[in-house]
């Protein structure tokens, strides 16, 4: 929407600035006819005074270069300023990206760790039914389990306290 509200202005400008341009042309054209046509003057001398009564002319087209100058600095200026605010907007759509990006890998690690426990989990419990009961071996089996199972609710709660805060 500012974009095209900016590209409105901009034809407008062009607009005007032709115009002004066409207008300076038709004068100067105009200025030139007029000396030509008035060529009753009889020598150089007569010339070059006739010629010192357009320096009001030269004054005029000079101050209004200068006065596209100051405009073309105006307009510049603010261009800058509209970057300005862009480029605030860009860096405040980037640090929000972060974040997110950040948040999107500290879900991702969870993830990761949630999985590799459950699969660890699975492989204990797998182990575990190979053992008779009252086994050596299935008391240890069971104490892993119970060690991955306590870890993974650990692990559940530290997610579930970062997720409501």
């Known amino acids: 929407m500012l974009n095209k509200r900016i590209v409105g202005k901009s034809k407008n400008r062009a607009w005007l600035l032709y115009l ?29 005074t006739f010629g010192d009564m357009f320096g009001a002319i030269n004054a005029l087209f000079s101050g209004l270069a200068f006065a596209g100058v100051i405009y073309a600095i105006y307009l510049q200026t603010k261009e800058l300023s509209l970057q300005r605010e862009e480029l605030t907007q860009t860096h405040e759509e980037l640090r929000k990206s972060t974040l997110a990006q950040q948040k999107q890998q500290e879900a991702l690690d969870l993830q990761a760790r949630l999985l590799a426990l459950s699969t660890l989990l699975s492989i204990e419990i797998a182990e575990y039914q190979r053992y008779e009961p009252g086994q050596i071996g299935a008391s240890i089996q069971r104490d892993r389990i119970k060690q991955i199972q306590d870890q993974l609710q650990e692990l559940l709660k530290t997610s579930s306290k970062g997720t409501q805060g």
């Open 20 to 48: 002004l341009f066409l207008i300076v042309i038709v004068i100067w054209i105009l200025s030139g006819l007029f000396i030509v046509s008035t060529s009753k003057l009889s020598g150089w001398t007569e010339r070059g």
